[in-house]
């Protein structure tokens, strides 16, 4: 096939949770980070609770502990394996961070199976302190986006840049945040929008259906995204098949009324 890529969101879409949230929860700071969450943005705060959290003791190895029993639903795994065998192209785009989401990813055995992970850069310092730091520089470089992203993030440049950069490959994007509504503005006719249902950017999508140009499917969790994203990636196989071959025209329309559709710089992964 000439080609699908797609892009997962992280927190509340490849997990069940926010993994900025689970790491302060089980850790036992949630009344600070409480209390400095009107104070500053997002992942200012994150960085600051890093900080405590080593002040307070908590090592490295804490945290990727609290970070590797993180809940997840049991098909979600299976899928993203499915869905690179059958030869797409996977990407996350996540307001989280690098440490976060490789070790979670690590963990569970997929990383390898994404090409490219944009977010938050993180590193670990001389101090055995992890640090976290805003993918856009905002107080040096603001994105200047109105749809609504947080001030050190645009996911719809992110999708821009793919876009640019991939051909002819055609987009299927998984989310379920507000941050996630800019990219699905970025989305083509040609290109599906898997908001999860009653989230945030499916509220937002349900007031401003007429904005997108991709075709939208609702997941509610891991169950359905396991049903839904294989059908679109299937519809898209049979949509290039069709395309390419015009004289297998009749028998691929009918092999598409088959088909059942239920509606209900990027960092690197290392090899």
Request: charged share 25%; net charge negative.
């Amino acid at each position: 096939m000439a080609g699908i890529t797609l892009v997962f969101d992280f927190d509340k879409t490849i997990i069940e949770v926010d993994s900025d949230n689970w790491v302060v929860d089980e850790l036992g700071a949630t009344d600070l980070f409480n209390h400095l969450l009107p104070t500053m943005p997002w992942n200012s705060l994150m960085d600051t609770m890093m900080k405590e959290l080593h002040a307070r003791g908590k090592s490295i190895e804490d945290i990727k502990e609290v970070l590797r029993r993180v809940p997840m639903h049991p098909q979600i795994v299976p899928t993203i394996k499915k869905a690179h065998a059958l030869g797409c192209d996977l990407r996350i785009v996540s307001d989280a961070n690098t440490f976060f989401i490789e070790t979670i990813l690590d963990h569970i055995g997929i990383k390898d199976l994404f090409s490219e992970i944009n977010t938050n850069p993180s590193n670990i310092d001389q101090e055995g302190r992890l640090r976290i730091s805003p993918y856009i520089d905002f107080q040096t470089s603001p994105h200047a986006c109105n749809n609504l992203c947080p001030p050190n993030m645009c996911k719809g440049m992110i999708i821009g840049r793919i876009q640019a950069s991939m051909g002819k490959k055609r987009i299927i994007y998984l989310g379920d945040g507000i941050g996630d509504f800019c990219p699905s503005l970025k989305l083509t006719e040609a290109d599906f929008m898997m908001p999860r249902k009653k989230f945030p950017v499916w509220d937002l999508i349900c007031e401003n259906r007429a904005l997108l140009r991709a075709e939208v499917h609702e997941w509610i969790d891991g169950e359905e995204m396991a049903n839904i994203l294989p059908k679109l990636i299937e519809k898209i196989k049979i949509q290039e098949s069709s395309n390419s071959n015009s004289s297998l025209q009749l028998s691929v329309d009918c092999k598409f009324e088959n088909v059942a559709i239920t509606l209900p710089p990027p960092v690197k992964v290392h090899q």
